[in-house]
């Protein structure tokens, strides 16, 4: 067992006293496994004692903060099958009520005599009440007395902890550990931005003596995430763009022909990526670009162009995508299009099996195939390419950098082009791809219909699916959206199987398919080219047609349970209708009671159609660690860091690292070694440096 005296930053958390096994279980589970971590984890609020109420003070409408004991606790379902815990909290001044929708764990958890701490919106119903406000119970030796003036952290939590026993664990390893910290930027950084110095800055994130020294403390962490997150992608960019690319020479042999052969004119953004496309494709460095739109833009036509500049230099082409289903689409798309001036593209993905795997794979190490669609497929190692110049990776935050770099790396320094079909905020953009340059195609192909979007109740289905039929025996089609492909025994949700028989039922004169991932490549193949004939009216479907199913005949989506997607999942489901020149709606059906802001969501996707809008408040919503998520980029984690909300220092930061890299690329300047010797701390992200 490790002494106390040893306690280090790498240490177990559970050696700091008052931890033990137990509760470094619960701290795991909200990523915190050594003193190191423990000593990060930034509380996400503050509650100055001076601001709390006494209960007889609060007023309807007031956002609020109480403290009190507990001195009755009831659990019920109400008429809505909803869970409902009911609390009488009381402090020497008078009692309010506390209602927790859909927690029937509080039951169990909240105990009469607890000592509370209640924090929310006071509502009125029959009396004053909190409605599902946030809590934290108070350590019994932490009485009103000792906590008066004080600036209390609030941690985030997990069942089996308190804000309390986090509190005395970080006093104890700020004692032990504080010292080991280094510094991590260099001096001149620090007074140039007015930033705390680390130790501090840790030692006031826990125990700040007023609000103030709180966001100080917070600034300064926030800016050390933002300011390497960017270092890491400004030395990228350098890397990339000091290698040898391949000097396309544009012939307009391919180009020409197929541009001539659209049945549409490029919008003015089309062309304008093309323009930039074409320009990078010319220079004797590689081409490393993000081509941004909303769903529907063309961004697959600019995709194609960039390829067949590729095909015309005798280069090989690949474009990878994360799934089969949409891999398949790509194929299916691409082979129709690309036809008529004799390019056969070939598809390659864990389903492709067998003889037919070996001749994909023999074709493309002798160089007959030209053009590759597939998934992660493409970068086992047996795969060879004979002249790789082009890769393009569709919805590139679905893949690990690792993953990418493997594909780029079957050639020599080949142009690199992403695609991105999730709209992105300019600061969002900045902070995933600030290695790329960026080319956004604003505005959609002209002789798009509107989508009418609208939420529907379980109970006014039957009106539903009647105006749904007279539509689609004028010959359109529809999707039908399941979050489940079988009948869960714990979540009230429609499986697909379930949805199907319904809609078999309501509509016995129509076809009705069923997809999801399961299915086989041929199944789905097959599926999917009578749905786009026209063979099959209404397709049941999981997520797998979110993106890249193009069916301009489809005008009717309904999703079912849509609570249980985010908005940017919407906004891609939504974006499979829409896309030929007819009126489109998309009905949410919602079955049961939802929580008031999952229904002030839902609405807001019902009353929104801006792509960027949505992903604006997507991420204010999930925040930006969940929108970023940690797999997509593999880059130092932004944890503390609010992308919108500390944008200014996310450009602080993002200008300082670039500036950094370019006056001192190879951080040998005496005062630059702190930032050296933390970038190389981060040995498991060193390999991301070399990627290109």
Request: with cysteine; proline share 4%; aromatic share 8%.
């Amino acid at each position: 067992m490790v002494k106390k005296t040893s306690l280090r930053l790498g240490s177990p958390v559970q050696y700091v006293k008052g931890i033990g096994p137990k509760r470094a279980a619960c701290l795991a589970r909200i990523g915190v496994e050594t003193v190191r971590d423990l000593l990060l984890l930034v509380p996400r609020r503050y509650i100055d004692y001076s601001t709390v109420f006494k209960i007889r003070d609060v007023k309807i409408d007031d956002e609020a903060t109480v403290i009190g004991r507990i001195k009755h606790v009831s659990a019920r379902q109400t008429r809505n099958r909803t869970n409902l815990v009911t609390a009488l909290l009381s402090d020497s001044t008078g009692s309010i009520v506390l209602k927790w929708f859909n927690r029937p764990d509080l039951k169990k958890r909240i105990k009469v005599g607890e000592l509370i701490l209640v924090s929310g919106k006071v509502t009125a119903y029959g009396t004053r009440q909190f409605v599902n406000p946030l809590y934290e119970f108070i350590d019994e030796g932490q009485t009103e007395q000792t906590i008066h003036g004080s600036i209390i952290p609030i941690y985030p939590l997990t069942e089996g902890l308190t804000t309390w026993d986090i509190r005395r664990a970080v006093r104890i390893a700020l004692e032990k550990c504080l010292p080991e910290f280094k510094e991590t930027l260099s001096q001149s950084l620090i007074a140039r931005n007015g930033l705390l110095q680390l130790h501090r800055a840790i030692q006031c994130i826990h125990f700040p003596g007023d609000i103030d020294e709180a966001r100080a403390a917070r600034n300064r962490l926030v800016y050390d995430e933002f300011f390497f997150f960017e270092l890491i992608l400004a030395r990228r960019k350098t890397e990339l763009q000091e290698k040898p690319g391949i000097p396309f020479v544009t012939k307009d042999t391919l180009t020409g022909p197929f541009v001539k052969d659209l049945p549409f004119t490029l919008t003015q953004g089309q062309t304008a990526a093309i323009k930039s496309i074409t320009d990078d494709m010319r220079r004797a460095r590689p081409m490393n670009r993000l081509l941004q739109g909303d769903v529907g833009s063309g961004k697959t036509v600019v995709a194609v162009y960039a390829i067949l500049i590729a095909l015309e230099n005798d280069y090989q082409a690949v474009l990878m995508a994360p799934t089969e289903i949409l891999a398949e689409q790509h194929y299916m798309v691409l082979r129709d299009m690309l036809a008529s001036i004799g390019i056969q593209p070939f598809l390659l993905t864990g389903s492709t099996k067998g003889s037919e795997r070996n001749v994909v794979i023999e074709k493309i190490a002798s160089g007959e195939a030209k053009l590759v669609l597939g998934t992660h497929a493409l970068i086992e190692e047996e795969i060879s390419f004979s002249r790789l110049g082009m890769v393009v990776v569709d919805e590139q935050h679905r893949f690990g950098v690792m993953q990418r770099a493997a594909l780029v790396n079957k050639g020599i320094n080949p142009d690199f082009l992403v695609l991105s079909a999730t709209p992105i905020p300019r600061t969002l953009a900045l902070t995933l791809y600030g290695d790329l340059d960026i080319s956004i195609i604003k505005e959609k192909p002209p002789a798009r219909g509107e989508v009418i979007t609208k939420i529907i109740h379980e109970r006014e289905k039957k009106k539903l699916f009647r105006f749904i039929r007279d539509i689609l025996t004028q010959g359109r089609q529809a999707f039908v959206i399941c979050p489940i492909i079988e009948k869960s025994e714990t979540m009230e949700l429609k499986s697909v199987a379930e949805v199907t028989d319904e809609i078999t039922t309501a509509f016995p004169d129509f076809s009705v398919a069923v997809i999801h991932g399961r299915l086989s490549t041929s199944e789905r193949l097959h599926i999917m080219s009578e749905y786009r004939l026209g063979n099959i009216t209404m397709l049941v479907a999981t997520t797998v047609v979110e993106v890249g199913v193009d069916i301009p005949n489809a005008t009717v989506m309904i999703i079912m349970h849509p609570e249980r997607f985010g908005l940017a999942q919407l906004h891609q489901l939504r974006g499979r209708i829409g896309r030929g020149a007819q009126e489109s709606y998309c009905f949410l059906v919602v079955s049961r009671y939802l929580q008031p802001d999952t229904y002030d969501r839902i609405q807001f996707f019902e009353k929104n159609t801006d792509g960027f809008a949505l992903a604006q408040k997507d991420m204010r919503l999930r925040g930006p660690g969940e929108v970023l998520g940690k797999r997509q980029h593999g880059l130092p984690d932004i944890n503390i860091g609010d992308i919108e909300y500390d944008r200014d220092l996310l450009f602080k930061a993002r200008d300082d690292a670039f500036s950094l890299i370019e006056q001192d690329p190879g951080f040998d300047s005496p005062e630059n070694y702190h930032i050296k010797a933390h970038l190389d701390n981060l040995t498991h992200r060193a390999e991301l440096l070399s990627i290109g």
